[in-house]
């Protein structure tokens, strides 16, 4: 069966400090992997998505992911937090071929001034 | 995403009242899910849809309908409100490929 597991339920980061959500997966059906974005008051923005062109992929905001087949991860990272980067966020894995989704249960994230 | 609403935004309800939730897409989109969010859970499917005649139940549809009255427009009725359907309730699109693409959410309490 299909599963996603966000490791930290809170991230606490300084401004200007490194950001890393961590998720791990397991997935015998796994031709993409997401990370979503949701801040205070507003609906999920997807933030990148993995397709098996790249393990390395860039989104949007200056975020990237890496997937690891082997550690079965798929780690959010930024390089610099920034105070517009507080929000929610959300590791998902397609189910199935059915086009449904699972989600993971969010990490939030908080920057400090 | 202004491409996908949601009517209301808010809505305080009391229990045994029947309610509906909402969702027109102007993305052309086939597919359109209803999900509810619980803190601490993540996001859960309620119901799915890929077409107006193919409507599906998702891993929690007990005390949930939908009605699929267009392509762009797909509704969830909670027919007798109870205090544990208080959520915030997302609409989601998709099209081709398996990304969805979410409405801004309706927060929805139940006395």
Not at chain 1, 46 to 71: D, M, P, Q, R
Not at chain 2, 6 to 13: E, H, L
Not at chain 2, 59 to 77: H, N, P
Request: net charge positive.
């Amino acid at each position: 069966a299909q599963s996603v597991t966000q490791l930290d339920s809170h991230v606490s980061v300084s401004e200007g400090t490194p950001v890393l959500l961590r998720c791990n997966y397991s997935s015998s059906y796994s031709p993409s992997l997401f990370w979503y974005v949701q801040h205070p008051n507003k609906g999920l923005q997807l933030l990148l998505k993995y397709t098996s062109a790249a393990t390395l992929v860039k989104g949007i905001n200056g975020f990237e992911a890496e997937f690891k087949k082997s550690e079965t991860s798929f780690h959010l990272t930024k390089p610099s937090a920034h105070m517009s980067d507080a929000a929610e966020y959300f590791c998902v894995v397609p189910m199935d071929s059915s086009y449904k989704l699972i989600f993971g249960s969010g990490t939030r994230l908080l920057v400090r001034p | 995403d202004a491409d996908v609403t949601q009517t209301p935004r808010n809505r305080i309800t009391k229990t045994g009242k029947r309610i509906m939730l909402e969702c027109s897409q102007t993305k052309g989109h086939d597919r359109m899910y209803w999900y509810r969010q619980d803190p601490g859970l993540g996001l859960r499917l309620i119901y799915y849809s890929f077409d107006v005649k193919d409507i599906n139940k998702g891993e929690i549809s007990d005390g949930y309908s939908v009605s699929r009255q267009a392509q762009a427009k797909f509704s969830l009725s909670l027919e007798s409100a109870i205090p544990n359907q208080t959520a915030l309730y997302f609409c989601a699109t998709g099209e081709g490929t398996d990304t969805q693409y979410f409405g801004p959410g309706t927060r929805l309490t139940v006395l």
